[in-house]
Protein backbone atom coordinates (compact mmCIF):
# COMPACT_ATOMS: atom_id res chain seq x y z
CA UNK A 1 0.00 0.00 0.00
CA UNK A 2 1.74 3.35 -0.77
CA UNK A 3 1.84 6.00 1.90
CA UNK A 4 -0.50 8.26 0.66
CA UNK A 5 -3.59 6.05 0.68
CA UNK A 6 -2.09 4.76 4.23
CA UNK A 7 -2.33 7.99 5.21
CA UNK A 8 -5.57 8.77 3.86
CA UNK A 9 -7.03 5.59 5.09
CA UNK A 10 -5.76 6.45 8.54
CA UNK A 11 -7.09 10.12 8.30
CA UNK A 12 -10.41 8.99 7.43
CA UNK A 13 -11.58 6.21 9.43
CA UNK A 14 -8.82 5.53 12.37
CA UNK A 15 -8.90 9.36 13.34
CA UNK A 16 -12.68 10.07 12.97
CA UNK A 17 -13.33 7.49 15.18
CA UNK A 18 -13.06 10.01 17.40
CA UNK A 19 -14.81 12.02 16.31
CA UNK A 20 -17.70 13.63 18.82
CA UNK A 21 -20.39 11.39 17.97
CA UNK A 22 -18.62 8.44 18.48
CA UNK A 23 -17.36 9.57 21.75
CA UNK A 24 -20.93 9.85 22.53
CA UNK A 25 -21.35 6.31 21.54
CA UNK A 26 -18.25 5.27 23.72
CA UNK A 27 -19.27 7.14 26.54
CA UNK A 28 -22.77 5.40 26.34
CA UNK A 29 -21.06 2.14 26.53
CA UNK A 30 -22.13 1.90 22.85
CA UNK A 31 -18.45 1.42 21.55
CA UNK A 32 -19.23 -1.97 20.01
CA UNK A 33 -20.17 -0.11 16.86
CA UNK A 34 -16.22 0.20 16.09
CA UNK A 35 -16.56 -3.72 15.24
CA UNK A 36 -18.84 -2.51 12.45
CA UNK A 37 -17.40 -3.78 8.95
CA UNK A 38 -20.24 -2.10 6.74
CA UNK A 39 -21.14 -5.37 5.60
CA UNK A 40 -24.76 -4.30 4.98
CA UNK A 41 -26.62 -7.02 6.36
CA UNK A 42 -28.76 -4.55 8.66
CA UNK A 43 -29.56 -2.60 4.99
CA UNK A 44 -30.38 -6.12 3.94
CA UNK A 45 -32.89 -7.19 5.74
CA UNK A 46 -34.30 -3.87 6.66
CA UNK A 47 -38.12 -3.06 5.46
CA UNK A 48 -37.45 0.73 5.70
CA UNK A 49 -34.58 0.97 3.54
CA UNK A 50 -36.75 -1.41 0.63
CA UNK A 51 -39.01 2.08 0.57
CA UNK A 52 -37.14 4.71 1.60
CA UNK A 53 -33.62 6.42 1.22
CA UNK A 54 -33.01 5.04 4.38
CA UNK A 55 -29.66 2.87 4.43
CA UNK A 56 -28.90 1.74 7.77
CA UNK A 57 -25.12 0.88 6.91
CA UNK A 58 -24.79 3.80 5.79
CA UNK A 59 -25.96 5.73 8.84
CA UNK A 60 -23.45 3.57 11.36
CA UNK A 61 -20.61 4.41 8.93
CA UNK A 62 -21.44 7.86 9.14
CA UNK A 63 -21.88 7.75 12.82
CA UNK A 64 -18.89 6.15 12.76
CA UNK A 65 -16.52 8.76 10.71
CA UNK A 66 -18.02 11.45 12.35
CA UNK A 67 -19.58 13.00 9.59
CA UNK A 68 -22.56 14.77 11.01
CA UNK A 69 -25.17 15.24 8.60
CA UNK A 70 -26.46 11.98 9.57
CA UNK A 71 -27.88 13.80 12.72
CA UNK A 72 -29.85 16.52 10.13
CA UNK A 73 -31.27 13.63 7.88
CA UNK A 74 -34.64 12.40 8.35
CA UNK A 75 -33.67 8.84 7.33
CA UNK A 76 -32.80 8.13 10.90
CA UNK A 77 -36.47 8.72 12.18
CA UNK A 78 -37.82 6.23 9.40
CA UNK A 79 -36.23 3.46 11.15
CA UNK A 80 -39.15 1.59 12.43
CA UNK A 81 -37.07 -0.18 15.15
CA UNK A 82 -38.11 -4.05 13.49
CA UNK A 83 -34.68 -5.19 15.61
CA UNK A 84 -34.22 -7.49 12.27
CA UNK A 85 -30.88 -5.88 11.60
CA UNK A 86 -29.70 -6.13 15.78
CA UNK A 87 -30.46 -9.35 15.51
CA UNK A 88 -28.59 -10.42 11.89
CA UNK A 89 -26.00 -8.25 12.80
CA UNK A 90 -22.94 -10.65 12.00
CA UNK A 91 -20.93 -8.86 14.37
CA UNK A 92 -23.07 -8.53 16.88
CA UNK A 93 -23.78 -4.84 17.03
CA UNK A 94 -27.00 -3.77 18.58
CA UNK A 95 -27.55 -1.80 15.76
CA UNK A 96 -30.89 -0.55 16.38
CA UNK A 97 -30.08 0.57 20.00
CA UNK A 98 -27.19 2.62 17.62
CA UNK A 99 -29.63 4.25 15.98
CA UNK A 100 -31.61 4.84 18.50
CA UNK A 101 -28.77 6.57 20.58
CA UNK A 102 -28.13 8.50 17.42
CA UNK A 103 -31.44 10.18 17.57
CA UNK A 104 -30.84 10.94 21.31
CA UNK A 105 -27.74 12.49 19.65
CA UNK A 106 -29.73 14.81 16.98
CA UNK A 107 -32.44 15.91 19.87
CA UNK A 108 -29.51 17.06 21.84
CA UNK A 109 -27.99 18.91 19.04
CA UNK A 110 -31.73 20.59 18.22
CA UNK A 111 -32.71 17.85 15.46
CA UNK A 112 -36.04 16.61 16.05
CA UNK A 113 -39.12 16.42 13.51
CA UNK A 114 -41.80 19.00 14.71
CA UNK A 115 -44.29 16.00 14.81
CA UNK A 116 -42.14 14.86 17.15
CA UNK A 117 -41.58 17.46 19.42
CA UNK A 118 -45.22 18.66 19.48
CA UNK A 119 -45.41 15.02 20.92
CA UNK A 120 -42.85 15.37 23.65
CA UNK A 121 -43.22 18.34 24.89
CA UNK A 122 -47.33 19.33 24.51
CA UNK A 123 -48.71 15.89 25.63
CA UNK A 124 -46.45 13.53 27.11
CA UNK A 125 -44.93 16.06 29.25
CA UNK A 126 -48.49 17.71 29.99
CA UNK A 127 -50.52 14.23 30.46
CA UNK A 128 -48.20 11.69 31.24
CA UNK A 129 -49.98 9.95 27.97
CA UNK A 130 -48.81 9.65 24.34
CA UNK A 131 -52.11 9.43 23.10
CA UNK A 132 -53.87 10.60 25.68
CA UNK A 133 -58.22 10.23 26.09
CA UNK A 134 -58.94 13.88 28.37
CA UNK A 135 -59.41 17.13 26.84
CA UNK A 136 -62.55 18.55 24.86
CA UNK A 137 -61.01 16.72 21.41
CA UNK A 138 -60.73 13.26 22.71
CA UNK A 139 -64.89 12.99 24.21
CA UNK A 140 -65.88 10.72 21.31
CA UNK A 141 -62.62 8.31 22.51
CA UNK A 142 -64.22 8.75 26.26
CA UNK A 143 -67.81 7.61 24.88
CA UNK A 144 -66.19 4.78 22.78
CA UNK A 145 -64.99 3.58 26.23
CA UNK A 146 -68.43 4.07 28.00
CA UNK A 147 -70.09 2.26 25.43
CA UNK A 148 -68.12 -0.66 26.16
CA UNK A 149 -68.99 -0.82 30.14
CA UNK A 150 -65.50 0.93 30.88
CA UNK A 151 -65.30 4.39 32.83
CA UNK A 152 -65.39 6.89 30.87
CA UNK A 153 -61.27 7.56 31.45
CA UNK A 154 -58.49 4.78 32.81
CA UNK A 155 -56.98 4.11 35.99
CA UNK A 156 -53.78 5.23 34.55
CA UNK A 157 -52.47 9.12 35.08
CA UNK A 158 -55.95 10.01 33.69
CA UNK A 159 -57.17 9.36 36.83
CA UNK A 160 -54.90 10.43 38.95
CA UNK A 161 -53.49 13.76 38.56
CA UNK A 162 -50.72 13.49 41.23
CA UNK A 163 -49.20 10.75 39.44
CA UNK A 164 -49.21 13.50 36.51
CA UNK A 165 -47.29 15.93 38.68
CA UNK A 166 -45.04 12.96 39.92
CA UNK A 167 -44.09 11.86 36.31
CA UNK A 168 -43.18 15.43 35.39
CA UNK A 169 -41.20 15.97 38.57
CA UNK A 170 -39.24 13.55 37.18
CA UNK A 171 -39.03 14.33 34.16
CA UNK A 172 -37.58 17.62 35.76
CA UNK A 173 -35.23 15.82 37.53
CA UNK A 174 -33.62 13.60 35.42
CA UNK A 175 -33.13 16.42 32.35
CA UNK A 176 -36.25 15.85 30.23
CA UNK A 177 -37.72 19.48 30.69
CA UNK A 178 -34.24 21.29 30.39
CA UNK A 179 -33.74 19.26 26.70
CA UNK A 180 -36.63 20.00 25.36
CA UNK A 181 -36.54 23.45 26.27
CA UNK A 182 -33.13 23.42 24.51
CA UNK A 183 -34.20 22.10 21.51
CA UNK A 184 -37.16 24.73 21.27
CA UNK A 185 -34.45 27.12 21.33
CA UNK A 186 -32.22 25.74 18.84
CA UNK A 187 -35.32 24.83 16.47
CA UNK A 188 -36.13 28.49 16.82
CA UNK A 189 -32.34 30.00 16.00
CA UNK A 190 -32.61 27.49 13.12
CA UNK A 191 -35.99 28.93 11.67
CA UNK A 192 -34.36 32.46 12.36
CA UNK A 193 -31.28 31.87 10.39
CA UNK A 194 -32.98 30.19 7.56
CA UNK A 195 -35.65 33.08 6.96
CA UNK A 196 -32.20 35.44 7.30
CA UNK A 197 -30.62 33.52 4.57
CA UNK A 198 -33.73 33.43 2.48
CA UNK A 199 -33.89 37.09 2.75
CA UNK A 200 -30.50 37.52 1.59
CA UNK B 1 -55.52 -13.76 45.99
CA UNK B 2 -58.98 -14.98 45.49
CA UNK B 3 -59.26 -18.58 46.30
CA UNK B 4 -61.36 -19.09 42.97
CA UNK B 5 -57.73 -17.23 40.54
CA UNK B 6 -54.93 -19.12 39.31
CA UNK B 7 -53.03 -16.46 38.41
CA UNK B 8 -52.58 -12.69 39.27
CA UNK B 9 -51.59 -9.87 37.30
CA UNK B 10 -51.30 -5.74 37.52
CA UNK B 11 -53.04 -4.62 34.16
CA UNK B 12 -50.49 -2.45 32.63
CA UNK B 13 -52.91 -0.10 29.76
CA UNK B 14 -50.35 1.86 28.30
CA UNK B 15 -52.02 4.73 25.94
CA UNK B 16 -53.36 3.29 23.35
CA UNK B 17 -55.14 0.49 24.59
CA UNK B 18 -57.35 2.69 26.87
CA UNK B 19 -57.46 5.54 24.64
CA UNK B 20 -58.17 4.50 21.44
CA UNK B 21 -58.92 1.21 21.00
CA UNK B 22 -60.58 0.16 24.20
CA UNK B 23 -62.36 -3.35 22.97
CA UNK B 24 -59.25 -4.64 23.26
CA UNK B 25 -59.52 -3.50 26.98
CA UNK B 26 -62.60 -4.99 27.69
CA UNK B 27 -61.80 -8.39 25.90
CA UNK B 28 -58.01 -8.88 27.97
CA UNK B 29 -60.52 -8.61 30.67
CA UNK B 30 -63.47 -10.60 30.11
CA UNK B 31 -60.96 -13.68 29.03
CA UNK B 32 -58.38 -13.24 31.63
CA UNK B 33 -61.41 -13.66 34.13
CA UNK B 34 -62.67 -16.22 32.16
CA UNK B 35 -59.02 -18.14 32.23
CA UNK B 36 -58.99 -17.55 36.30
CA UNK B 37 -57.00 -14.81 35.64
CA UNK B 38 -57.57 -12.10 38.01
CA UNK B 39 -56.36 -8.39 36.73
CA UNK B 40 -56.08 -5.65 38.90
CA UNK B 41 -55.64 -2.06 37.47
CA UNK B 42 -52.15 -0.11 38.34
CA UNK B 43 -53.39 3.38 39.80
CA UNK B 44 -51.63 6.07 38.23
CA UNK B 45 -49.49 4.12 35.58
CA UNK B 46 -48.42 6.55 32.55
CA UNK B 47 -47.26 6.20 28.96
CA UNK B 48 -44.87 3.20 29.21
CA UNK B 49 -42.65 5.65 27.73
CA UNK B 50 -43.04 4.52 24.04
CA UNK B 51 -39.75 3.11 23.02
CA UNK B 52 -39.73 5.05 19.39
CA UNK B 53 -40.17 8.00 20.36
CA UNK B 54 -39.40 8.65 24.02
CA UNK B 55 -36.69 6.29 24.08
CA UNK B 56 -35.47 7.60 21.12
CA UNK B 57 -35.48 11.55 22.36
CA UNK B 58 -33.82 10.64 25.70
CA UNK B 59 -32.86 7.26 26.63
CA UNK B 60 -32.28 8.18 30.30
CA UNK B 61 -36.26 9.25 30.94
CA UNK B 62 -37.15 6.56 29.02
CA UNK B 63 -35.67 4.46 31.66
CA UNK B 64 -36.99 6.67 34.98
CA UNK B 65 -40.62 6.39 33.96
CA UNK B 66 -40.27 3.15 32.87
CA UNK B 67 -39.29 2.24 36.40
CA UNK B 68 -42.00 4.58 38.10
CA UNK B 69 -44.72 2.16 35.74
CA UNK B 70 -42.62 -1.50 37.04
CA UNK B 71 -42.80 0.23 40.71
CA UNK B 72 -46.62 0.83 41.11
CA UNK B 73 -46.89 -3.10 40.08
CA UNK B 74 -44.41 -3.97 42.55
CA UNK B 75 -45.90 -1.80 45.13
CA UNK B 76 -49.20 -4.43 44.83
CA UNK B 77 -47.18 -7.50 44.47
CA UNK B 78 -47.75 -8.17 40.67
CA UNK B 79 -46.35 -8.82 37.74
CA UNK B 80 -46.65 -6.25 35.42
CA UNK B 81 -48.65 -7.49 31.94
CA UNK B 82 -49.56 -5.15 28.90
CA UNK B 83 -50.88 -6.27 25.73
CA UNK B 84 -49.11 -3.89 23.47
CA UNK B 85 -45.81 -5.03 22.40
CA UNK B 86 -44.45 -1.33 22.42
CA UNK B 87 -45.16 -1.25 26.13
CA UNK B 88 -43.86 -4.86 26.60
CA UNK B 89 -40.82 -3.53 24.52
CA UNK B 90 -40.09 -0.50 26.90
CA UNK B 91 -41.25 -2.28 30.58
CA UNK B 92 -39.16 -5.41 29.34
CA UNK B 93 -36.15 -3.94 28.07
CA UNK B 94 -35.47 -1.37 31.04
CA UNK B 95 -36.40 -4.53 33.16
CA UNK B 96 -33.56 -6.14 32.03
CA UNK B 97 -31.36 -3.41 31.32
CA UNK B 98 -31.57 -2.72 35.18
CA UNK B 99 -31.38 -6.03 36.24
CA UNK B 100 -27.92 -6.47 34.69
CA UNK B 101 -26.78 -2.85 35.76
CA UNK B 102 -26.62 -2.28 39.30
CA UNK B 103 -25.01 1.17 38.70
CA UNK B 104 -27.80 2.17 36.54
CA UNK B 105 -30.42 0.68 39.04
CA UNK B 106 -28.78 2.92 41.76
CA UNK B 107 -29.11 5.72 39.55
CA UNK B 108 -32.61 5.04 38.86
CA UNK B 109 -33.81 4.89 42.52
CA UNK B 110 -31.97 8.27 43.16
CA UNK B 111 -34.77 9.35 41.37
CA UNK B 112 -37.07 7.78 42.36
CA UNK B 113 -36.77 8.22 45.63
CA UNK B 114 -37.24 12.05 45.02
CA UNK B 115 -41.21 10.96 44.30
CA UNK B 116 -41.13 8.07 47.18
CA UNK B 117 -40.61 5.28 45.02
CA UNK B 118 -38.63 2.58 44.75
CA UNK B 119 -38.25 0.00 42.08
CA UNK B 120 -36.90 -3.56 43.35
CA UNK B 121 -37.02 -5.57 39.61
CA UNK B 122 -38.41 -8.79 41.19
CA UNK B 123 -41.23 -9.27 38.85
CA UNK B 124 -40.57 -9.78 35.63
CA UNK B 125 -43.38 -7.50 32.97
CA UNK B 126 -45.11 -10.37 30.73
CA UNK B 127 -47.50 -9.54 27.91
CA UNK B 128 -50.63 -11.10 27.42
CA UNK B 129 -49.85 -13.64 24.78
CA UNK B 130 -46.92 -14.71 27.07
CA UNK B 131 -49.46 -15.35 29.93
CA UNK B 132 -51.73 -17.06 28.01
CA UNK B 133 -49.13 -19.38 25.83
CA UNK B 134 -46.58 -19.80 28.70
CA UNK B 135 -47.75 -19.09 32.28
CA UNK B 136 -51.35 -21.05 31.17
CA UNK B 137 -50.39 -22.87 28.01
CA UNK B 138 -52.46 -24.19 25.59
CA UNK B 139 -53.11 -27.59 27.12
CA UNK B 140 -55.00 -25.20 29.80
CA UNK B 141 -56.38 -22.59 27.36
CA UNK B 142 -58.20 -25.72 25.07
CA UNK B 143 -60.50 -26.83 27.80
CA UNK B 144 -62.12 -23.39 27.72
CA UNK B 145 -63.18 -23.54 23.88
CA UNK B 146 -66.58 -24.57 23.41
CA UNK B 147 -67.03 -23.58 19.51
CA UNK B 148 -64.59 -23.84 16.80
CA UNK B 149 -64.91 -22.14 13.54
CA UNK B 150 -64.56 -24.67 10.30
CA UNK B 151 -63.78 -22.38 8.15
CA UNK B 152 -62.16 -19.29 9.11
CA UNK B 153 -58.47 -17.98 7.47
CA UNK B 154 -56.22 -15.92 9.76
CA UNK B 155 -53.39 -13.77 8.54
CA UNK B 156 -51.04 -13.38 11.81
CA UNK B 157 -49.41 -10.65 12.42
CA UNK B 158 -47.03 -10.81 15.50
CA UNK B 159 -45.62 -7.39 15.03
CA UNK B 160 -41.56 -7.32 16.35
CA UNK B 161 -41.40 -6.31 19.84
CA UNK B 162 -42.90 -9.38 21.33
CA UNK B 163 -40.34 -11.43 19.57
CA UNK B 164 -37.33 -9.11 19.41
CA UNK B 165 -34.38 -8.02 20.50
CA UNK B 166 -34.37 -11.91 21.04
CA UNK B 167 -32.14 -12.22 23.75
CA UNK B 168 -34.47 -9.73 26.04
CA UNK B 169 -37.29 -11.86 25.10
CA UNK B 170 -38.79 -15.40 26.99
CA UNK B 171 -38.93 -16.83 23.47
CA UNK B 172 -35.73 -19.12 23.95
CA UNK B 173 -33.91 -16.94 21.24
CA UNK B 174 -36.39 -17.34 18.13
CA UNK B 175 -37.51 -14.50 16.25
CA UNK B 176 -37.04 -15.63 12.38
CA UNK B 177 -40.44 -18.10 12.76
CA UNK B 178 -42.06 -18.17 16.69
CA UNK B 179 -45.30 -19.92 16.16
CA UNK B 180 -46.80 -19.55 19.67
CA UNK B 181 -49.47 -17.42 18.74
CA UNK B 182 -50.59 -19.46 15.66
CA UNK B 183 -50.61 -22.06 17.69
CA UNK B 184 -53.28 -20.28 20.06
CA UNK B 185 -54.82 -18.93 17.33
CA UNK B 186 -55.44 -22.96 16.47
CA UNK B 187 -57.33 -23.64 19.47
CA UNK B 188 -59.99 -21.61 18.22
CA UNK B 189 -60.49 -24.03 15.16
CA UNK B 190 -58.99 -21.51 12.68
CA UNK B 191 -56.96 -21.60 9.98
CA UNK B 192 -53.24 -19.52 10.44
CA UNK B 193 -52.43 -19.15 6.58
CA UNK B 194 -49.25 -18.68 5.33
CA UNK B 195 -48.53 -15.90 3.60
CA UNK B 196 -45.05 -13.66 2.25
CA UNK B 197 -43.54 -12.19 4.75
CA UNK B 198 -45.68 -12.87 7.27
CA UNK B 199 -43.13 -11.29 10.47
CA UNK B 200 -42.63 -8.32 8.24
CA UNK B 201 -43.47 -4.82 10.56
CA UNK B 202 -46.67 -3.06 10.47
CA UNK B 203 -44.68 0.27 9.60
CA UNK B 204 -46.14 1.98 12.32
CA UNK B 205 -43.34 1.86 14.72
CA UNK B 206 -40.18 3.58 15.82
CA UNK B 207 -41.81 6.72 15.35
CA UNK B 208 -42.35 6.05 11.47
CA UNK B 209 -45.89 6.61 12.12
CA UNK B 210 -45.59 9.80 13.50
CA UNK B 211 -42.82 10.82 11.23
CA UNK B 212 -43.99 10.39 7.57
CA UNK B 213 -47.65 8.29 7.90
CA UNK B 214 -47.08 7.73 3.79
CA UNK B 215 -43.98 5.37 4.89
CA UNK B 216 -45.89 3.76 7.46
CA UNK B 217 -48.55 2.59 4.61
CA UNK B 218 -46.43 1.79 2.32
CA UNK B 219 -45.62 -0.92 4.63
CA UNK B 220 -49.20 -1.67 5.58
CA UNK B 221 -49.91 -1.67 2.12
CA UNK B 222 -47.29 -4.52 1.65
CA UNK B 223 -48.37 -6.65 4.39
CA UNK B 224 -51.90 -6.39 3.32
CA UNK B 225 -51.53 -7.35 -0.56
CA UNK B 226 -49.57 -10.23 0.68
CA UNK B 227 -52.21 -11.01 3.34
CA UNK B 228 -54.91 -10.78 0.57
CA UNK B 229 -53.26 -12.59 -1.89
CA UNK B 230 -53.32 -15.54 0.82
CA UNK B 231 -56.86 -15.48 0.79
CA UNK B 232 -57.40 -14.19 4.54
CA UNK B 233 -60.65 -13.69 6.19
CA UNK B 234 -59.41 -11.93 9.15
CA UNK B 235 -56.20 -10.30 11.05
CA UNK B 236 -55.29 -11.05 14.21
CA UNK B 237 -52.43 -9.21 16.22
CA UNK B 238 -51.17 -8.68 19.95
CA UNK B 239 -50.54 -5.17 20.04
CA UNK B 240 -52.94 -2.01 19.69
CA UNK B 241 -50.55 -0.06 17.72
CA UNK B 242 -49.99 -2.24 15.05
CA UNK B 243 -54.05 -2.82 15.50
CA UNK B 244 -54.36 1.27 14.80
CA UNK B 245 -51.85 0.78 11.60
CA UNK B 246 -53.49 -2.57 10.29
CA UNK B 247 -57.05 -0.69 10.71
CA UNK B 248 -57.05 3.22 10.81
CA UNK B 249 -53.76 2.38 8.54
CA UNK B 250 -55.54 -0.03 6.51
CA UNK B 251 -58.37 3.20 5.78
CA UNK B 252 -55.14 5.41 4.55
CA UNK B 253 -53.35 2.83 2.54
CA UNK B 254 -56.79 2.50 0.63
CA UNK B 255 -56.34 6.09 0.13
CA UNK B 256 -53.10 6.85 -0.26
CA UNK B 257 -52.71 3.65 -3.00
CA UNK B 258 -55.79 3.95 -4.14
CA UNK B 259 -54.34 3.20 -8.43
CA UNK B 260 -51.69 0.88 -7.29
CA UNK B 261 -54.42 -1.65 -4.95
CA UNK B 262 -57.18 -2.30 -6.90
CA UNK B 263 -60.17 -3.35 -4.70
CA UNK B 264 -60.17 -1.39 -1.48
CA UNK B 265 -58.87 -3.85 1.32
CA UNK B 266 -61.52 -4.58 4.14
CA UNK B 267 -59.92 -7.12 6.18
CA UNK B 268 -61.42 -6.78 9.66
CA UNK B 269 -58.85 -6.28 11.99
CA UNK B 270 -59.15 -9.10 15.13
CA UNK B 271 -57.10 -8.76 19.09
CA UNK B 272 -56.32 -12.22 20.28
CA UNK B 273 -58.36 -11.51 22.95
CA UNK B 274 -61.46 -11.01 21.23
CA UNK B 275 -60.70 -14.24 18.79
CA UNK B 276 -60.49 -16.47 22.15
CA UNK B 277 -63.13 -14.99 23.75
CA UNK B 278 -65.51 -15.79 20.90
CA UNK B 279 -64.19 -19.57 20.97
CA UNK B 280 -65.16 -19.16 24.70
CA UNK B 281 -68.76 -18.47 24.31
CA UNK B 282 -68.10 -15.19 25.86
CA UNK B 283 -70.55 -12.42 24.54
CA UNK B 284 -68.96 -10.27 21.75
CA UNK B 285 -70.55 -7.02 23.33
CA UNK B 286 -68.19 -7.69 26.73
CA UNK B 287 -65.25 -8.64 23.71
CA UNK B 288 -65.77 -5.16 22.53
CA UNK B 289 -66.94 -6.32 18.90
CA UNK B 290 -70.83 -4.68 19.07
CA UNK B 291 -69.92 -1.48 17.81
CA UNK B 292 -72.28 1.66 18.73
CA UNK B 293 -73.24 2.84 15.76
CA UNK B 294 -74.27 6.28 17.57
CA UNK B 295 -70.58 7.32 17.63
CA UNK B 296 -69.17 8.25 14.62
CA UNK B 297 -64.77 8.97 13.61
CA UNK B 298 -63.95 6.09 16.41
CA UNK B 299 -62.33 2.99 15.84
CA UNK B 300 -62.93 0.32 14.59
CA UNK B 301 -62.15 2.26 11.30
CA UNK B 302 -62.46 -1.56 9.48
CA UNK B 303 -66.25 -2.93 9.92
CA UNK B 304 -65.81 -6.29 11.53
CA UNK B 305 -69.30 -7.25 10.28
CA UNK B 306 -68.03 -9.60 7.96
CA UNK B 307 -65.89 -11.61 11.03
CA UNK B 308 -69.23 -11.58 12.70
CA UNK B 309 -70.87 -12.92 9.90
CA UNK B 310 -68.65 -16.06 9.87
CA UNK B 311 -69.03 -16.35 13.73
CA UNK B 312 -73.08 -16.49 12.73
CA UNK B 313 -72.14 -18.74 10.04
CA UNK B 314 -69.72 -21.51 11.30
CA UNK B 315 -71.00 -21.00 15.37
CA UNK B 316 -74.16 -20.77 15.81
Known amino acids: MSENVEKYLKKKVYKSTNSKISQKFVDAGLEKLRACINCGTCTGGCPSGRRTAYRTRSAIRKALTGDESVLQDIDIWLCSTCYYCYERCPRNIPVTDMIIKLRNIAVEEGFILDPHFALANDIFYATGHGVPANGENNKKWRDLRESYGLPSLPPTVHSYPGAVKECQELMKEVGFRKLMDNVAKLKEERAKKNRENKEE | ?????????????????????????????????????????????????????????????????????????????????????????????????????????????????????????????????????????????????????????????????????????????????????????????????????????????????????????????????????????????????CHLQLDLGQMETNNIFSNEIGEPFKIPVIYITQLLGIAFGIDPSLLGLIKNHDLSGVSPFISVDPFLNIVKDQLI
Open chain 2, 1 to 241: MSEEYKWKYGLFLGCVIPNRYPMIEASIRSVFDHLNAEIVDLPGASCCPAPGVFRAFHIPTWLVIAARNISIAEEIGVNPLTGCNGCYGTLRDAWFELEHEYELKKEVNEYLAKVNRVYKGNLEPKHVVQALYLDMGTNYIKDFVKHKFSDLKVAVHYGCHIVKPSDKRPWNGEYEAPTFLDEIIKLTGAKSIDYKDKFMCCGAGGAVRTAVKEVAADFTREKLVNMRDAGADIIVDCCPF
